[in-house]
């Protein structure tokens, strides 16, 4: 009898499954999930526009802009493909390492958030920006906008 339970497996306790350790979400995984939305934004897609594209269901997509879910090397290339980005788009400004955000980050200009590229307002006036094709009428955009923050500064101090 004790042959046949060994020979079977009864008796014995089921062996408790051990989940693979979940890695940390490091600075790189949040920046290179941080562009993958920018990006997206910035080509007038949806979540779900995307997630077809690539061929993955719209959550999935929203756990790697979150930085949820790790991208894999070769979703990260579809999803480059897809936009129209160079593989590096994603992790330009990114430490070497990728092991811990930088110890002091870049000061914003007053008034401004890390969330500011990524407002539907900063995407618009982007894709006009870019819609003018004639580089020196670019560049008096800039300075007119630059000359009207400078002349409604100037009004609120008087």
Same mark, same amino acid.
């Given at each position: 009898m004790a042959a046949l339970k060994a020979k079977t497996g009864q008796g014995r306790a089921p062996r408790a499954r051990?989940?693979?350790?979940?890695?940390r979400k490091t600075?790189?995984?949040?920046?290179?999930?941080?562009?993958?939305?920018a990006r997206r934004l910035l080509a007038g897609l949806s979540q779900t526009d995307l997630a077809a594209k690539i061929g993955v269901t719209f959550q999935a997509l929203q756990k790697y802009?979150?930085?949820e879910n790790r991208v894999s090397a070769g979703r990260l290339w579809r999803i480059a493909d897809?936009?129209?980005a160079d593989i590096a788009y994603f992790?330009?400004?990114s430490p070497r390492s990728g092991?811990?955000?930088?110890?002091?980050?870049?000061?914003?200009?007053?008034?401004? $958030?890390p969330d500011t590229l990524q407002t539907r307002e900063t995407l618009a006036l982007l894709r006009a920006y870019y819609g003018v094709s004639d580089p020196a009428a670019r560049r008096d955009v800039i300075?007119?906008?630059? $000359?009207?923050?400078?002349?409604?500064r100037n009004a609120k101090s008087e």
């Open positions: 051990r989940a693979a350790p979940q890695p600075h790189v995984d949040e920046l290179v999930a941080a562009r993958i939305k802009e979150t930085g897809v936009l129209g992790f330009q400004d092991a811990a955000a930088p110890e002091k980050p870049v000061a914003l200009p007053p008034g401004l $958030s300075e007119l906008l630059k $000359s009207l923050g400078a002349a409604i």
